[in-house]
């Protein structure tokens, strides 16, 4: 059986969709925290079992008979996001897994500037010490992290955001194939595989060129100082941990850790991967049709 952890989010439910035309529902199980939100899933005869990253025995339970487990990495960051991993991880070896497979993320490293980099390089180095086959997934960076970026840009016409640096932006639907592909294919890759990207690396300056062509509105970039930025985000209520870890996404692009550009996403799903400007148009258009207009 391959198991998914995260099947209820974003890119964990899309893995299972692309899994489920490529293997019988019966060879699919999910663990997922609520199983109410996974009844479709069990409709359709996948194995739904309750685990929660913060209840071991649960995840013994949901993990039971796994030749392969796909590990989605937690929203969280730091010391607590790798303890839940942790926890999993744990939790696979003492349900007999055979092979790991973790979400990691393009420019994992313990000296990356960006926490989530380097709680993703100690989930990899836990995995390494488990003895087990293992793959990290090395997804480029989601472009739906781009358009929340975005979010105000898209009303006020102005990307007001600190200094970046380019950046491969990817798509999930993309990195979901491609994980369904490599699961289907055991033992494709041995640890982490190549950064699985899109094709172009883009900084803001020129996602505002990009989104005033998808809109047909003029697009500004401005500049806003790392301190500025922090204290905006405070004033509108974010905590101070959400402020400095999107900062520091800024600080490593900035030093260039999320720009390679590699053909391996291309290469598991038979085709280009969608481009920054194809995604930007269709989760605007989908979110508020009235304001969709074609390039
Ligand atoms: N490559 C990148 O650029 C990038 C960017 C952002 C995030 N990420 C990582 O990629 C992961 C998957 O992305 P996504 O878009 O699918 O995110 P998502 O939609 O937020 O999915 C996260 C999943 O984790 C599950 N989860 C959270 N806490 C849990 C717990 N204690 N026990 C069991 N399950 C738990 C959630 O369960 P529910 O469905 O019940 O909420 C959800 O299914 C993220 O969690 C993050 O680690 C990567």
Redesign the pocket.
């Known amino acids: 059986m391959i198991i998914v ?8 439910r899309r893995v299972v969709e692309r899994l489920l035309e490529r293997v019988p529902a019966d060879r699919v199980g999910v663990s ?3 199983p109410r ?1 996974a009844q479709d899933l069990a409709d359709r005869g996948v194995r739904v079992r309750q ?4 209840d071991p025995d649960s995840l013994v339970h949901a993990f039971e008979g796994a030749e392969q487990l796909l590990l ?5 960051a730091g010391e607590e996001c790798v303890a ?1 991993h942790r926890t999993a991880i744990d939790a696979a070896v003492k349900a007999g897994v055979g092979r790991i497979l973790y ?1 990691s ?1 393009m420019g994992a490293s313990h000296d990356s500037h960006f926490q ?1 980099c380097r709680d993703h390089a100690r989930t990899e180095d836990l995995l390494r010490a488990t003895g087990l086959p293992w793959t990290a997934l090395r ?4 472009t ?2 781009a358009l929340q970026f975005l979010e105000a840009a898209r009303h006020t016409g102005d990307i007001a955001l600190p200094a970046d640096g380019p950046v491969t932006w990817t798509g ?1 639907d993309d990195l979901a194939e491609a994980t369904a592909v490599i699961l289907t294919d055991e033992g494709r890759f041995e640890g982490p595989t190549p950064p699985l990207t899109g094709t172009a690396t883009l900084d803001f300056a020129t996602v505002a060129g990009i989104a005033a062509k998808v809109t047909g509105r003029p697009f500004t970039r401005t500049v806003v100082p790392d301190d500025a930025f922090r204290e905006q985000m405070l004033a509108h209520g974010a905590p101070e941990s959400l402020a400095d870890l999107l900062l520091s996404i800024f600080a490593a692009a900035r030093s260039g850790e999320f720009t390679a550009v590699d053909p391996t996403l291309a290469q598991l799903i038979g085709r280009e991967p969608a481009s920054f400007g194809a995604l930007l148009e269709r989760a605007w258009a989908e979110e508020s049709p009235a304001r969709g207009t074609a390039s």
């Open positions: 952890t995260g099947a209820t989010g974003k890119l964990g997922v925290r609520d939100k685990g929660s990253f913060d989605v990495s937690l929203d969280r839940g979400t993320q989530s997804n480029g960076f989601y739906s992290s999930h």
